[in-house]
């Protein structure tokens, strides 16, 4: 299994540019979600996903839009690119039962400077 | 006041001392979560504790439901034992709403 995979993993943009950054799973998990990482913030929740065709908004939404039409795919979309979301962006999955209930597996991580 | 906070923030301690991370939380859980984070990677996940302690190689972590308290021990540490330690929380069971963080303990062992 690959687990959790993200791409790209380094991206700059210029502002008002528009990107993908790609998370895919293996391990038929039904709970995805994005984060951010900021120094001095830690770790905050962008959006999650409790199954295909389900998404919600986590503590900062703004400027970010998700989509899951695959229990494997959670890709998050910049609309328009603001030096604000310059950071590290870190993607997860869990199971919703059996033995790894609750394990949370993380991404590699993307590194994204928006110019 | 965050939902979660650990401490200390950073800490620093000769090789074979016997260190211990704190986090507190305010809210409901489902589970606590430890995180290791070296620089510059990813993140990978130490322990996920609903009651009690677990133990893993030379890491214990214990957490106490009543006082919304967990704590992270790491026995003999090392120097590869450097790097940040992140306490976290789910609310829903199997963290299908995410997790929310503490800050980071950020850890330098010295040979």
């Known amino acids: 299994n690959a687990g959790v995979t993200q791409t790209p993993k380094f991206q700059v943009l210029k502002t008002g540019q528009s990107m993908t950054l790609q998370c895919a799973q293996d391990?038929?998990?039904?709970?995805m979600s994005w984060y951010r990482q900021d120094p001095g913030m830690g770790l905050r929740l962008i959006h999650y996903?409790?199954?295909?065709?389900?998404?919600d908004q986590g503590e900062v939404p703004n400027g970010y839009n998700v989509s899951r039409s695959t229990t494997e795919d959670f890709p998050l979309r910049l609309l328009s690119a603001a030096p604000s979301q310059t950071s590290v962006y870190f993607c997860?999955?869990?199971?919703?039962?059996?033995?790894?209930?609750?394990?949370?597996?993380f991404g590699p991580g993307t590194r994204l400077t928006v110019l | 006041k965050n939902e979660v906070e650990q401490s200390p923030q950073n800490l620093t301690a000769q090789e074979g001392e016997f260190i211990t991370i704190n986090c507190s939380y305010s809210?409901?859980?489902?589970?606590l979560h430890w995180l290791q984070q070296h620089p510059g990677g990813g993140i990978v996940s130490l322990f996920m504790?609903?009651?009690g302690k677990k133990k893993h190689g030379r890491l214990i972590a214990t957490i106490n439901i009543q006082e919304k308290h967990s704590s992270l021990h790491i026995t003999a540490s090392h120097p590869r034992d450097s790097a940040v330690y992140i306490c976290?929380?789910?609310?829903?069971?199997?963290?299908?709403?995410?997790?929310?963080f503490g800050k980071g303990t950020h850890l330098i062992i010295q040979p």
């Open positions: 504790l609903s009651s």
């Open positions: 997860a999955s869990s199971y919703s039962r059996g033995p790894t209930y609750n394990e949370q597996f």
């Open positions: 391990m038929n998990h039904e709970y």
């Open positions: 996903s409790v199954g295909a065709g389900i998404t």
């Open positions: 976290a929380v789910s609310r829903s069971g199997g963290g299908a709403d995410g997790l929310t």
């Open positions: 809210v409901g859980i489902s589970a």
